[in-house]
């Protein structure tokens, strides 16, 4: 008796949770009220800019938010305060928090070529919020936990043999089952919303499936390109499996869209030129201001350094630190940076920070002409405890703290030379070094004639890596497409 109430509790619990779907009319489970939404979000978007940069380019920031509002007055939560916000990151990549925080790349952005496709990325993470994807997953999240409660408890009283851990693992198998399928379905309920939002707005529906098709083309490099520098590739969340050309399902939900454009009986907007117009000068790449990485070499202009990693080396450079990992993954650096107290010695500094006996070997140095301390300790990594050789170097009033390691406890030694000839290439710039420190490539519009075409663009670009295939996904000509005289078109120099 008492497990049968508890388990009408649970289910009434669940019941109670329920609330309209601004999108179907119908009762979603949900435990997040729209006040919820709109506070997580508000807390959310700090945290963004933090971990982000802000594109700081005033007229681009405003242009996005125009789309953005256009659409969204359109969709069925339109008494939403929508916020739209262009990061500067190279991830191509879109995504939206709860209350209508929405945040796009300008790696993506480089990737599109009409306001009509910049709308239809917009409006996918709209759709999103109008649907309460958020809300909905939370839920779905909630309901596994209580699920396997009362999976156990069911286990326990009518499986002979099943334990209560046997009783969550089953449940847990088909709410995994359940919260995959589920991710597709929203997807492409966002895919759908969005189309519809594009046509109650004035722009082509069709254009949801341009952009999924040019962000599946930039998917397929993307991972040929990774596979190449021995990395796991970065996907935009909302590409499926296969290429919108042959996705029946996302063909049909777009052409209910376009039956709503034509019961319009209204022309619709594309908008190339004014899109074009507006990201021409945009970063295209690393941004100089967050430093940059040319070969084996990283610059940062900002802070004034320069360093040389070892041959054919992973750089990858995160808005708090330098992660550099070697080619078959055995050995790490990441190199951070923080305030320096000018009291104390690179010596003092690092006993400081690891403990007088936590250093071995300790060495003075001078690099470069700047004070630097090295050792050896033993540090927490992500493959457990290792010993690590440890360099700060002071420049100015910051410490750069150079921490190595390996994934094999006793692979120290083969790497020390790699990792100590790395800390000895840390310099001031160099006054020849500047120019190349604060020069990032930029996307440069140009208006083709009869004798443009790829060759002509690769000759006049500074891409170092497959620059061809660059410029055709850049420009929605991926693989094989052509230029037409007379046409806008993207190249990438300084």
């Not at 009283?157 to 991710?183: C, D, N």
Request: hydrophobic share 40%; proline share 3%.
């Amino acid at each position: 008796m008492k497990m049968q109430s508890l388990i009408v509790i649970l289910m009434f619990t669940l019941l109670n949770g329920c609330a309209t779907n601004p999108v179907t009319g119908n009762q979603d489970l949900v435990f997040m009220s729209e006040k919820d939404e709109i506070e997580i979000g508000k807390q959310g978007h700090q945290e963004i800019i933090r971990e982000y940069s802000v594109y700081n380019d005033f007229e681009t920031q405003n242009y996005v938010q125009y789309v953005g509002k256009k659409v969204a007055i359109k969709s069925d939560r339109n008494t939403l305060e929508y916020t739209f916000t262009v990061l500067d990151s190279t991830e191509v990549n879109a995504f939206a928090l709860p209350g209508g925080y929405i945040y796009i790349t300008r790696g993506l952005m480089a990737y599109l070529n009409t306001e009509a496709q910049l709308a239809a990325v917009l409006g996918h993470e709209i759709g999103h919020v109008t649907a309460r994807h958020a809300a909905r997953q939370d839920a779905a999240t909630k309901l596994t936990g209580v699920g396997a409660m009362i999976g156990s408890i069911i286990g326990e009283a009518f499986i002979p043999g099943i334990s209560s851990a046997g009783g969550q693992e089953l449940v847990g198998m088909a709410s995994t089952a359940m919260l995959r399928g589920y991710g597709r379905e929203q997807e492409l309920e966002a895919d759908r919303l969005g189309a519809e939002y594009l046509a109650r707005s004035g722009y082509d529906p069709n254009a949801m499936l341009e952009v999924i098709g040019v962000l599946k083309n930039q998917e397929l490099f993307e991972i040929k390109l990774a596979r190449e520098e021995k990395r796991e590739p970065k996907i935009y969340h909302g590409v499926f499996s296969t290429h919108p050309d042959n996705d029946t399902r996302l063909q049909e939900v777009v052409g209910v869209a376009n039956k709503i454009k034509d019961e319009a009986k209204q022309s619709t907007f594309v908008g190339r030129t004014e899109y074009l117009q507006r990201v021409d000068g945009m970063v295209y790449g690393e941004n100089s201001d967050q430093g940059l990485i040319r070969g084996r070499d990283f610059y940062h202009g900002g802070m004034g350094f320069a360093m040389r990693f070892p041959e054919g080396w992973i750089i990858k450079n995160m808005p708090d630190r330098l992660v550099v990992g070697s080619p078959n993954g055995t050995a790490m650096m990441q190199i951070l940076v923080q305030g320096a107290d000018p009291r104390l010695t690179p010596k003092a500094y690092m006993e400081q920070h690891m403990g007088k006996g936590g250093i071995r070997n300790g060495q003075e140095l001078t690099i470069n002409g700047l004070a630097a301390y090295t050792g050896t300790a033993v540090i927490d990594t992500d493959v457990g405890k290792r010993l690590a050789r440890m360099t700060v170097i002071y420049m100015g009033n910051a410490a750069f703290i150079h921490a190595s390691w390996t994934s094999d406890p006793n692979g120290l030694g083969i790497y020390n030379n790699a990792f100590m000839e790395t800390s000895k290439s840390f310099r001031p710039l160099a006054e020849a070094e500047r120019n190349v420190a604060t020069r990032s490539n930029r996307i440069k519009i140009v208006r083709a004639d009869q004798s443009t075409n790829y060759k002509v663009l690769t000759a006049a670009t500074t891409l170092d890596k497959f620059p061809e295939q660059q410029l055709r996904l850049i420009n929605g000509m991926y693989p094989t497409g052509e230029i037409k005289s007379g046409e806008l078109v993207k190249n990438v120099h300084y």
